[in-house]
């Protein structure tokens, strides 16, 4: 099985080569999030809108956060993962000065494609001046023989603020399955202002040439992180202070950092500095051998 357009956002359904539609129709979630104020002072952020359809659940608790201010959300599934054909539509949107974070309860778990189903997710959030939006789920983890295809799109505001992170991992380890999916394709992109200023494209399948499990060699986990807005100046300032002083965690760790003011990293020309001139952008990427590693690198950092 080919998928093809990996360098491009392609929002039409997805097809296989005899015209046979490759995934589900479309289950939809939607969240929108409003500030609340008192004598004109935040005082809590609070979910106006809350819809899906199965097999997707969205989760509001009321206890995670220490602060009114700051709500969570918590995208799960029904049935412990997505099978084959699974189609997620998720939209977000966050009014002015609020705070969210989206996260899941486990790693999202794909199961092996059926009759060439291919399993998607496509999520498509919106930010509001002075809004931080953080998006940390856990790792994805595509079972033996699983088709994988995700899209994430971010539209960002004037000083509006994010934090994506996206990752994955070579599947079920303890069970000796290591790169074994059929594919793994993943889009993610920021615009501020309706102008593109990142887009990061992962899309993993055999070749004839090279198998999957011989290009990744020994890492099991790789993970991208993109940090953006003037709210999170303090954070990747720590961050590149602590990269720049730290030591690999194991001989087979790999670090990337940049840290990219006032330009695109799509490869295209830099997008018109009037429209960034404030915009605040660090990209991570890490590869590593194990999860644990991963997960104790960002409670120390963050």
């Not at 015209?19 to 939607?30: H, I, L, V």
Request: aromatic share 8%.
């Amino acid at each position: 099985m080919e998928i093809d357009n990996c360098y491009e956002e392609d929002k039409s359904k997805a097809v296989d080569v005899s015209g046979k539609p490759q995934s589900r129709p479309e289950a939809r979630g939607r969240a929108i999030f409003q500030p609340t104020r008192k004598n004109g002072q935040l005082v809590a952020v609070a979910n106006t809108v809350l819809q899906y359809t199965y097999p997707l659940k969205l989760l509001l608790p009321q206890n995670v956060s220490r602060t009114k201010t700051c709500q969570w959300l918590y995208v799960i599934t029904f049935g412990g993962g997505l099978v084959a054909g699974d189609n997620i539509q998720l939209d977000i949107e966050l009014s002015e000065d609020c705070t969210v974070v989206v996260t899941t309860q486990a790693s999202t778990k794909v199961f092996h494609s059926v009759d060439s189903l291919v399993t998607c997710q496509t999520l498509e959030a919106k930010i509001g001046t002075g809004s931080l939006l953080v998006l940390v789920p856990d790792a994805v983890v595509c079972y033996k023989d699983a088709a994988y295809r995700q899209r994430q799109v971010v539209h960002m505001t004037k000083g509006s603020n994010l934090v994506l992170l996206d990752w994955y991992t070579s599947g079920r380890m303890a069970r000796g399955e290591c790169w074994e999916f059929q594919s793994y394709q993943s889009t993610n992109s920021v615009y501020l202002e309706d102008a593109l200023v990142f887009r990061d494209v992962v899309c993993l399948q055999d070749t004839p040439l090279l198998p999957i499990h011989k290009a990744m060699a020994q890492y099991n986990v790789v993970g991208m992180c993109v940090l953006i807005g003037p709210a999170l100046t303090h954070l990747y300032t720590k961050l590149l202070d602590e990269l720049g002083r730290s030591k690999p965690y194991g001989m087979f760790n790999v670090y990337v950092c940049c840290c990219l003011p006032h330009r695109s990293l799509t490869g295209q020309r830099p997008i018109d500095l009037n429209v960034v001139k404030s915009l605040k952008l660090m990209w991570l990427q890490l590869v590593q051998y194990d999860t644990g590693v991963c997960y104790s690198f960002g409670h120390c950092r963050c």
